[in-house]
């Protein structure tokens, strides 16, 4: 049986990974997550009495804790998705940015590489870390063209600063010491779970109970948008079959801008509940300043390539 520890996976895309992996018979979890407020142990519901499932309250930062789940539960990898991810709290609260996603990747990178050189023979050369990031951390691109995975970093906020800092982490980690290394950088996830902050979630909600749907400038900043499903199933690829030390870009190929996402939400509640708020709900959209650091229009991401079989050195998804 296959032993994965899996950081923040309470949250929205690890706890929906979580759910994945314990479909498979021959997989245990043990699951880390602080339950700060975007745990949900909701998420976890349908796995809660599953003996293949062990739930650890703690903080990545404690060192300790990460030295005695190494030792006791000998994972055969680790998938970190333990992170502060909001942009407008980073904006807000910079410090919880650099120490959950800079300090703690540092201390979850130090705890499983003293854990990784002991192990010895195959164990040691099946032993994977997969350190979970985000596109924001290549900036802006324009119009033209999408990020790569040799996009030069260019990070616009506290947070996509911070997991650019957690990103070379990660990266020096592999280049220094050899340790068997991969980066994911996502492109904006959606679906079950999703914290009520981000905007999916929030503009739903806003609409049904008839509230202002705050739209940053003039709403033409490009986001893709990936399914968390589709994000959680290429992670498991890239770590069955990527190559140590590389960077996997994935992505939904679905581009649009963030006035279309609304406008399409408020539409479909036209369909789905007449009843809740006014009718059409688009009279609820309500421009608003930019947050500080952005520079739109953002245009996003390499997509997922289902077409061709295995992965290769550098292969998007």
């Known amino acids: 049986m296959k032993t994965f520890l899996v950081t923040g996976g309470a949250g929205f895309i690890g706890g929906n990974f979580v759910l994945l992996l314990l479909q498979r018979e021959d997989v245990r979890v043990v699951n880390l997550d602080a339950l700060t ?7 976890l519901e349908p796995v809660k009495d599953n003996p293949r ?8 930062r404690d060192r300790d804790l990460l030295r005695r789940l190494f030792a006791e539960h000998r994972p ?14 980073s904006i807000d609260s910079p410090g ?15 705890a499983a590489r003293a854990y990784w050189m002991e192990l010895q023979g195959e164990a040691k050369d099946a032993f994977r870390f997969l350190h979970v990031s985000t596109d924001e951390v290549y900036g802006s691109l324009g119009e033209t063209g999408k990020f790569t995975e040799t996009t030069p970093y260019a990070p616009n906020s506290p947070y996509s600063a911070s997991k650019a800092g957690a990103d070379h982490l990660a990266r020096a980690y592999n280049r220094t010491y050899g340790m068997p290394v991969l980066t994911t950088n996502c492109s904006n996830n959606y679906g079950p779970f999703q914290f009520p902050e981000k905007l999916i979630p929030l ?31 290429a992670i498991l690829a ?14 939904g190929d ?3 801008p963030n006035l279309e996402v609304v406008q399409t939400i408020c539409r479909l509640l036209d369909e789905m509940a007449p009843d809740k ?16 650091g952005t520079r739109p229009p953002l245009r996003h991401r390499r997509v997922k390539d289902q077409k061709q079989p295995g992965l290769e050195t550098g292969k998007r998804f």
């Open 37 to 43: 407020y975007a745990g949900n142990l909701d998420t």
């Open 76 to 89: 055969d990898c680790v998938v970190n998705f333990a992170a502060e991810s909001h942009v407008d709290r």
């Open 277 to 292: 708020g006014p009718v059409p709900h688009e009279q609820l959209i309500t421009f608003v300043k930019d947050r500080p």
């Open 238 to 251: 890239v770590l069955e079959g990527g190559t140590p030390g590389e960077v996997y870009n994935v992505g």
């Open 203 to 233: 503009v739903t909600r806003k609409a049904l109970a008839g509230e202002p749907l705050p739209v940053y400038g003039d709403g033409q900043q490009v986001r893709d948008w990936l399914y968390v499903e589709d994000h959680c199933r």
């Open 53 to 60: 499932h062990v739930f650890v309250e703690g903080d990545i």
């Open 96 to 110: 919880e940015f650099i120490l959950t996603n800079v300090v703690g990747t540092f201390e979850m990178l130090e």
């Open 254 to 256: 679905s581009e649009k």
